[in-house]
Structure formats: structure tokens, C-alpha cells
Nanobody
């Protein structure tokens, strides 16, 4: 069974950067599209970004475009989320999950695997 474990969260000042990692086990990463999601206190979970399995095509929520970058290293079975220019509204628990796709190049921000524990990101001065 595919398992995904998030890491890399922490406390950062506004304008700072963090890189989250999603380690995948129980399967071969290049068979899956992977997405990042987040849930802020009192809010519903939302999709942040995803990356397709075949050619690395990416998708971003409007709120993070130009600031966040998703990437994958199939040799390490790991997906990353580089977060720059962080804002207080980015504060949330961040989760990764395998996602659905259209074909094998258009990832969708809909999770198809159970949620893990996530990693907390707090942006505050």
C-alpha cells in the first residue's frame, strides 16, 4: 500500500522560505501523480499544487502561483514543495497525497490516498 510521509515544516517569518518533502514508500513514485494540500485552522482542506507522473506537468492554486514550486525526484521517491515569499495566510498543516489524473499528464487536485499526519507550517513574526 502506498504510504506518504511529510516533513520539513516549521516556523518562519513572513517573506521567508521552507522546503517540504513528501517521502513515498510502498510503490514506485513514477506511477503516481502527487499533490500537496493544506488545511488552516477553521478552514477546509484545499489543494495547493500537484505534479503529473509522466512529464512533470504542474498545477498551482492561484494563491501560491509564483511563490511555490513543486518538483519530484523519482530516484529518491520524493516530492518537494519549495515555498518562497511566505505569508501569514500560508499557515496551515500541509499534506501530500497521490492524486487523480486526466491521462498521465494532467494532475488534478483531488487526493486518492489517505491523509497522513502532515507537517505544520507557521508563518509569523
Amino acid at each position: 500500500q502506498l504510504q506518504l510521509v511529510e516533513s520539513g515544516g516549521g516556523l518562519v517569518q513572513p517573506g521567508g522560505s521552507l522546503r517540504l518533502s513528501c517521502a513515498v514508500s510502498g510503490g514506485t513514485l513514477n506511477y503516481y501523480a502527487i499533490g500537496w494540500f493544506r488545511q488552516a485552522p477553521g478552514k477546509e482542506r484545499e489543494g495547493v499544487s500537484c505534479i503529473s507522473r509522466r512529464d512533470g506537468t504542474t498545477k498551482y492554486a492561484d494563491s501560491v502561483k509564483g511563490r511555490f514550486t513543486i518538483s519530484r525526484d523519482n530516484s529518491k521517491n520524493t516530492v518537494y514543495l519549495q515555498m518562497n515569499s511566505l505569508k501569514p495566510e500560508d499557515t496551515a498543516v500541509y499534506y501530500c497525497a497521490a492524486t487523480f489524473e486526466l491521462g498521465d499528464t494532467v494532475c488534478l487536485l483531488f487526493a486518492r490516498t489517505p491523509w497522513g499526519q502532515g507537517t505544520q507550517v507557521t508563518v509569523s513574526s
